[in-house]
């Protein structure tokens, strides 16, 4: 129903910041529930920020308030994850996850890695 496509990962040193970007394509980008989630090796994954459909209320893990950034541009199709004042413990695979209006479903992207750096 919908293909996310992620971009921006990399390497970064400790106290500098990343823009992630997810592109979806199918279905109706505006209906979609938007989030990011990580996972750390040996860890489960976890959520990191999640946005509404509109736009109009973001959600975020205690981990990341203040530092990250979630937001949307329904226009452009494209979900967007603002990572500044990155730690170490920020290094992770980070995945793009939809879910569509009505359903408990979650589409997820491939996942790009970010990796931080002491």
């Known amino acids: 129903q919908v293909q996310l496509v992620e971009s921006g990962g990399g390497l970064v040193q400790a106290g500098g910041s990343l823009r992630l970007s997810c592109a979806a394509s199918g279905g109706t980008f505006s209906s979609y529930t938007m989030g990011w989630f990580r996972q750390a090796p040996g860890k489960e994954r976890e959520f990191v920020a999640g946005?509404?459909?509109?736009?109009?209320?973001?959600y975020y893990a205690d981990s990341v308030k203040g530092r990250f950034t979630i937001s949307r541009d329904n226009a452009r199709n494209t979900a967007y994850l603002q990572m500044n004042s990155l730690k170490p413990e920020d290094t992770a695979v980070y995945y793009c996850?939809?879910?569509?209006?009505?359903?408990?479903?979650?589409?997820w992207g491939q996942g790009t890695q970010v990796t931080v750096s002491s």
């Open positions: 946005v509404s459909r509109c736009g109009g209320h973001t």
């Open positions: 996850a939809a879910t569509p209006w009505g359903q408990t479903a979650r589409y």
